[in-house]
């Protein structure tokens, strides 16, 4: 049976049933409600299994989808918008295009899950688990992100923009291109997270580690990142400019050629820290930061930094 206008959809499985209708019953009479159409009766589809089916393009907005569980499911194209999916298990399930704008996903299993280009704005993805996840392309936008786990999961491209994280974990993940501009972490971890290109302009990224983390090229500029741990991370060509990095920690980081015109340094460890070819740096920020004698200074001397000895241009080729 094929459902509605979604021409691309697989019949549903009939032994599928809740309440003693059946799985393409539910998924009719869903789409009414949903249209206001006579007759539509709002999905309810809790705790119930749905592994390996494949329901592209499904319409499932504002059902009730708590503890279902989707293992090796095919959703791509989904409608999930608004829809309650607490404690579901997506795990290796393939949602690529999706839409779950505005969803509750809090303590939802979704390990190894497919969502390239997925639309989780606005969501909540407290205490969720993410672990080796694909989310290429995906889009955050404004998503509550609360102690959740995205460790080594592929986020390439991903718009983070005005979303809210907090005691998140991405250690391992990549990170390239992403854009996470204006969002507020705290308590977040990113070790050995790669995040060349990526966008953190405007940002508020305090009290979060990223030891060992790859921001090659990436954009800080405006950002406070105050008391956050930098320790051994690459920032080749880093972008700092107006940005806060009070009581931050850069020790043996590697920031040649990076930016700091206007950035706030005050107490800013850069103890055994690179600063070769560093651009826009003053004699006063530095003055302001800790250095000693492991930091390169921007004129390829060793520190520690002492004031007027022009040690913080760097050196004329």
């Not at 589809?45 to 009730?64: F, I, W, Y």
């Not at 989808?65 to 194209?77: F, H, K, Q, R, V």
């Not at 998503?143 to 983070?160: D, G, L, P, V």
């Not at 920690?249 to 040649?256: I, R, S």
Request: glycine residues 6%; hydrophobic residues 40%; contains cysteine.
């Amino acid at each position: 049976m094929m459902l509605g206008s979604h021409s691309n959809m697989d019949a549903p499985p009939t032994a599928v049933k809740a309440g003693g209708r059946s799985l393409g019953m539910i998924l009719e009479q869903h789409k009414a409600w949903v249209e206001g159409r006579t007759g539509g009766v709002r999905a309810d589809l809790a705790r119930v299994t749905m592994n390996e089916m494949k329901l592209h393009g499904v319409q499932l907005s504002r059902a009730d989808l708590t503890l279902t569980t989707w293992l090796d499911a095919d959703l791509s194209g989904a409608d999930f918008t608004g829809a309650s999916l607490q404690r579901v298990d997506f795990r290796q399930a393939r949602l690529t295009s999706a839409d779950l704008t505005g969803t509750d996903l809090t303590q939802g299993l979704c390990d190894q899950v497919w969502m390239h280009a997925t639309n989780l704005s606005e969501a909540n993805l407290s205490e969720c688990s993410f672990r080796k996840a694909h989310l290429e392309e995906a889009r955050l936008l404004d998503a509550r992100i609360h102690e959740s786990n995205f460790e080594y999961s592929t986020m390439r491209k991903a718009c983070f923009h005005q979303a809210k994280l907090f005691h998140a974990v991405f250690n391992y993940a990549q990170l390239d291109e992403a854009q996470l501009y204006h969002v507020r972490a705290q308590f977040c971890r990113f070790l050995a997270c790669s995040m060349t290109e990526a966008n953190l302009g405007n940002s508020h990224m305090m009290d979060c580690d990223f030891t060992n983390a790859d921001f090659t090229d990436a954009k800080l500029n405006r950002s406070d990142l105050s008391r956050s741990c930098f320790n051994k991370t690459t920032l080749v060509g880093a972008d700092f400019r107006q940005a806060k990095l009070n009581g931050a920690e850069f020790y043996g980081a590697v920031m040649a050629g990076a930016r700091f015109g206007a950035a706030s340094l005050y107490c800013t460890d850069l103890r055994g820290a690179n600063l070769r070819a560093a651009r826009e740096l003053t004699s006063d920020q530095l003055c302001q930061a800790r250095t000693d004698s492991s930091t390169i200074l921007p004129n390829g001397s060793n520190g520690p930094f002492m004031k007027h000895s022009g040690a913080e241009r760097p050196a004329v080729r």
